[in-house]
């Protein structure tokens, strides 16, 4: 059993920085995938960047070179630095993790809203 916990949302001015963090508590695994998806009102949920333990990244094109996924494998963290934001970044931030076997997220955080005005 795996149980994420996002923080770090609010608001900030667009071209502004902000970092989430999501705590993972259970049991873990060394073939683990962690990622952060986000999800804006009335659009489904999209898929932003994702990293291994051996820091094997990927990232959406919507978010590269403004983003970076990062973890804290001592403290269970993970990192999410966002840099640039723009006003189309406005949503709900989710953490998530699967292993690296299966093709499906069955591990989700609650959410963190972000919010970045004009």
């Known amino acids: 059993q795996v149980q994420l916990v996002e923080s770090g949302g609010g608001l900030v001015q667009a071209g502004g920085s902000l970092k989430l963090s999501c705590a993972a508590s259970g049991r873990s695994f060394s073939d683990y995938i962690m990622a952060w998806f986000r999800q804006a009102p009335g659009k489904e949920r999209e898929f932003l960047a994702s990293m291994w333990v051996g820091n094997i990244k990927t990232y959406a094109d919507s978010v590269k070179g403004r983003f970076t996924i990062s973890r804290n494998n001592p403290m269970n963290t993970v990192y999410l630095q966002m840099n640039s934001l723009k006003p189309e970044d406005t949503a709900v931030y989710y953490c998530?993790?699967?292993?690296?076997?299966?093709?499906?997220?069955?591990?989700w955080g609650q959410g963190t809203q972000v919010t970045v005005s004009s």
């Open positions: 998530a993790t699967k292993r690296r076997t299966t093709s499906e997220y069955p591990y």
